[in-house]
């Protein structure tokens, strides 16, 4: 051998040892860990090039290195106390064993406490949302935030610029965040739109050619609205047409159900808003300072997750939620691309003879993720997971109910974008009449469901099976 055929063996030896001991370290299945240890070591340069490709957890590492270029406006703790006297801690939710379950764990997880005194109002579709929350832009005095995903330049898009513009015009101090990649949903952008009405604006993580920069990944998902730090509105409804399901033509709508908020939790939703304003400008807003006044009875704790947070919280907070089921399990959800951990824990909560139900669109506005849904629907479907599709318009809801006292309702679906990759926010309620209600919703949509089962899904035809296992294999990455 020659001193370059040296070299380069040197070189494969180096690199493949490199990756395997990264994949070694950082893996966090023995699974995963030995198959790409194998992988870089048996296929010299190929295997280091594709663990280098698809290995490593890129979208983590940039979410942090983000937040430390552009570290979020850290909330004080005078700031806190507050809500101090409003703050709940596990111990006094005594209603019921599952209550005391997932408030400790969610108590653990979270960074934000659980607050008493809020009122939640269910708001359906964009006829009931949208009226709801112009009128809170209409009577703002003080200070406005709104952040979406989506903010569609349509009618009711253009309708909301207008309000927003009217409530800076009357001194009110408004911000709006806009996704950067969420915005390209319509043209014009409707960053244009508040740009010439001087409306105060930022986008998220916006894709730029210099320097080079374009996430797929790392979106802000959370729907934020809060008016004079007193009423807020959060949920999975963004800013389009499309909700108005009464307006559009049948084939467009998208059915949808949002959420009013008033009393102390509010706060919470403005601090998730004042973090990711001081993310993408790095210009810190005070919170509120008047004390929150109580409203209601329930008691509420914004979960604010994304790829910066270490405990991948959400996830884990929806997995222990279901493990301390006692009579039934409900998720009503568009994405459905549960972790191998969340299967395991229907299977085996379905086997201790608890209720567990998955509400799905017949029909999804994005056909590969039903696709991959469908190869695993099997593995819920013969521990006695009961699933459900229904049918059109389009069922964009997010809502997640545990024995009839506990709701989870938010930006998140229940996929990996969602639990791993985007930036989301649920609020978790403690409160009986409210997840009542929610599971009431979730009821009326079954009777309109059809039951999928067992049969069902081995009746595919051999092409759509073939297709489904497929795209499932990109699950991750959906």
Request: with cysteine.
């Amino acid at each position: 051998m020659n001193v370059i055929e040296w070299i380069i063996l040197g070189f494969n030896v180096s690199l493949s040892l490199t990756t395997a001991g990264h994949a070694l370290f950082f893996k966090k299945t023995p699974q995963s860990a030995l198959g790409w240890v194998a992988v870089c070591l048996m296929f010299p340069f190929v295997g280091p090039f594709f663990y280098f490709l698809f290995g490593i957890n890129r979208v983590q590492n940039r979410a942090r290195k983000l937040e430390v270029k552009r570290p979020p406006y850290p909330i004080k703790a005078d700031d806190m106390a507050l809500t101090e006297s409003l703050t709940f801690h596990f111990t006094d939710l005594a209603e019921t064993e599952a209550f005391t379950r997932i408030a400790r764990m969610s108590d653990y997880l979270s960074r934000l406490p659980m607050l008493g005194g809020n009122r939640v109002e269910p708001l359906k579709e964009g006829e009931d949302a949208y009226p709801a929350m112009l009128d809170a832009i209409e009577n703002a005095k003080e200070r406005l935030f709104l952040s979406s995903y989506i903010f569609d330049t349509d009618d009711i898009g253009t309708v909301f610029v207008d309000a927003l513009s009217r409530a800076a015009g009357r001194g009110a101090d408004v911000r709006v965040i806009v996704d950067g990649v969420g915005e390209y949903y319509s043209f014009p952008r409707v960053s244009a739109l508040l740009k010439k009405e001087g409306i105060p604006h930022v986008r998220f993580l916006p894709p730029k050619l210099i320097p080079p920069m374009f996430h797929i990944n790392l979106r802000n998902h959370r729907k934020i609205l809060v008016a004079d730090g007193d009423t807020g509105f959060t949920g999975g409804m963004n800013i389009r047409d499309r909700h108005m399901i009464e307006k559009e033509p049948y084939g467009e709508r998208v059915s949808d159900i949002h959420f009013l908020f008033t009393g102390p939790v509010v706060r919470q939703l403005e601090q998730s808003f004042i973090e990711d304003w001081s993310f993408c400008t790095g210009q810190a807003i005070p919170p509120t300072k008047r004390p929150p006044v109580p409203t209601g009875e329930a008691v509420c704790r914004t979960i604010i997750d994304g790829p910066n947070e270490e405990a991948q919280q959400l996830s884990k907070i929806l997995v222990g939620a279901i493990a301390a089921a006692r009579k039934r399990v409900q998720i009503m959800t568009p994405y459905f691309l549960p972790s191998t951990e969340m299967v395991s824990i229907m299977q085996t909560t379905a086997l201790r003879g608890i209720q567990v139900e998955i509400v799905l669109p017949e029909r999804n506005n994005l056909p590969f993720i039903q696709w991959a849904g469908n190869n695993m629907l099997a593995d819920l479907l013969q521990y006695g997971v009961e699933v459900y599709f229904q049918p059109p318009p389009f069922v964009h809801s997010k809502i997640f109910v545990i024995d009839g006292i506990y709701a989870q309702i938010g930006s998140a679906n229940i996929d990996p974008r969602s639990l791993l990759l985007n930036f989301e926010l649920n609020v978790e309620i403690y409160h009986r009449d409210f997840a009542q209600t929610m599971s009431d919703h979730i009821d009326e949509a079954v009777k309109r469901s059809r039951r999928v089962t067992l049969e069902i899904i081995h009746q595919r035809s051999k092409l759509a099976k073939t297709r489904d296992a497929v795209v499932w294999l990109f699950s991750p990455y959906l």
